[in-house]
Each structure stands twice: as C-alpha cells, then as structure tokens.
C-alpha cells in the first residue's frame, strides 16, 4: 500500500512521523514525508522519501518573529494558538496543494499530523482515500484528564471532557477560514463547518506514562512511543572521550525552543550544575555557548536514545518526544516547560514519580532548578525511572501501528 504522511512543525513533530514512515515501508507499504524542511534529516538518514512543504518553522521560532514570544512571555493558549494559527493559515493552500500532488495516482490513505493535518484531512477526502490521523498529544475528549493545552487550569474532574471541546474547537475557528479557502481553491470542495471527529486517531504515546483513557471511542489508539533505533550511529569522539572520562553526566537540552533569555538561561545551568558534570545541547536556541566551563561538554544532533542511557538525569522542555526518551532511558527528569503540551507532560512525570514540580521556563532560577536536580538525583525518583523505563521498553508502538494501520485498511474500519 502506499501511504502520504503529512505534518508540519517542528523536530519533535517530524521524528516520530519519519519513524513511522521507515516502520511502514519495512513491512513492505511504501511511504513518502512530507514536513518543514529542516526537519526531514532524520526521515532521509533513514532512507525515507521526503518532501518539504512550503513554510520555515525555525525561522518563525527565531525571537524576531511572533511565535517566539509565546515561548517568551508562556502567554497561554490563546496566544499559542494564534501565532500557529498564522503558520498554518499562511501555507494552507501550499500544504494542500502540495499533499494533493505527493499522492499523485495509486494512493491509499494519507496519515496526519501536526499543523498539516486539516490540510492532510482535506486531502484525503479530495483523493476518496481513507484518513488516518496521528498525535503526539492526546486531543481526543476525555474525562480522565484536562486538554493538554490547559494542562496548568487544574480543572475540575467534571469540566475535562468539557476543556477538550473547548479547546478543539477553538483551534477548529482558528484554522477554519484558510483551510476553507484551500478546500476551495485547490480542490473545489465545499466549506467545512464542523471540525473532523470520525478518522481513527493514533497516537504515539507510551501507554506507561498515559493509559488509554475508558472513555475514548473505539477511534481512539494509544500505541506506544514511535522512535526508530539508531544502532549504527557513532559518538564523535570528544563526547566520546568525555563519557569516559567520569561518572554519568547531567544533560540540558531545550529542543526548538527560542525566544527566552539566552544569557539567563545559560547562567541558571552553570550554577545549577555547581560544578558537576553536564552536557547541553542548544538546539535552536541560539545560545551561545563559548564561556561554558570545563565540566560542560556541548553536545549537537544526537539520538536521544543513544544519548540519554549514558546520563544520570535529563532536563528538557517536556516536549512529547524528549519526555518518552527520557523515561525510557529509565533515568528522571527536570522539566523546564515554555509553551503548550510541555506542561501536561511535565505533570505526567511527576505523576510517575520520576520528575519533581516543573521548573518555570518564564522565570528560571538557578535555585529552583538546583532543587528539581537534587529531587532528580534522590534514590525514590531514581528507582521508580528505572521501573518505568524497564515498562517502557517492553512496548513496540512502531510495530502496534503499523498492525493497527494494516488492520484498518484491510477491514476498511
């Protein structure tokens, strides 16, 4: 079968896809990612086919630019969806156009995720082939749990079912107007009034860290973490040289995000590590990072899942993918949330006991930073990381959806 996966965001948003994409194509279905541009490195490390959709997700997350002081100023979700909303609205008819052209003639179902996934849903329909949609964020009304976009309102039990729809459809508005005048222009579809709720959703989550929820419809998947290994990739050999040279060091590492106070940051790590071993990665940050002293090693792109076994704790945004990888490597985390999901998934750690309060992005203290590390480096938050990464690594959510897409396809469900 041949499958189009469309998202658009940033690494974090392409990674699981390209994963996804590789699983697919080993079982014999051919798959072609479609994502940012600069996002794709790891989708065609992998020999997977790609192509870049119209769009530069890090230079919009660059300070200069809107989105960046959402991460800044962590203004909530209206804010956040706003300035995706601008992303998203200004490629709508790209996306489209360019999705409708990737299937050309023989396509089976196009997959969705991310800012691409109304684009990828009207695809679909223009094409008559099945929709699959994929998250990384559980968007799918629960009780169980508030929308991870309000993940700090600490709702009422009775109001989550409720935050979810309200959250969905405003994201819905947000989008409807461009995504419409796409329909239009390149499909010649009518209008979408009403959000889609009926495609199958599967997300690549770690049932050990979010159990599916018994309210969800049948629709509704939680397959397990989508990371593809990396068995051949090799450390460079200074990170090579520092790894041996003495105990497990501590990593700092903030993905994508931009937009905050590099200086700050910078200085809140230095003092937080008192001296002790570390490695950070800058990411997009733009940090720089020339006056770091000799116990911080800076690391660049490296596999998560090489990387994070061969450190003692891992402080991270609370992105989804940073967050599974870190859990799975069976070691805890300090979570520095900014923006979005980060925060529900700084909630989810904590939950697991592997993680202590989350650390404010906005206002980061080297202090607070220094007590989320000693809760990390603690024999309890130590031993409950190990048995959760010991859970987590008996799941297979490559290989549970790509059974699950199979399965769909062949029962037409």
Partial sequence: MKFIVATYGTEGDARPLAALCRALMDAGHQARLLADGATLGTARAAGVPTTALAGDIRGALQPEHA???????NSGFTSTARALARIANANAEAWLREIVAAAGEGCDAVIVSGLAAFAGLSAAEHLGVKAI???LIPITPT????SPFLAQARLPRWLNRTSHHFVNGMLWRAFRKQTNAARAAVCGLPPRRQLWTRHPMLYGVSPSLLPRPADWPGNARVCGQWIAPSPDWTAPQPLADFLAAGEPPMYFGFGSMAGFDRRKMLDA???ACAGR?????????GVDTAGLPANVHVVGDTPHDWLFPRTSLVVHHGGSGTTHCAARAGVPSVVVPFAGDQFFWAERLRLAGVAGDAVSGKHLQASALARAIAFAQGAEARSRARALGARMAGENGLADAVSAIEAMMRDGT
């Fill in 269 to 271: 790590v230095i003092t």
């Fill in 143 to 146: 009780a169980d749990f508030a």
């Fill in 133 to 135: 949609g994929t998250g």
């Fill in 277 to 285: 071993r570390a490695l950070f990665y800058p990411g997009w940050s």
């Fill in 67 to 73: 989105i960046s002081g959402v991460v800044a100023r």
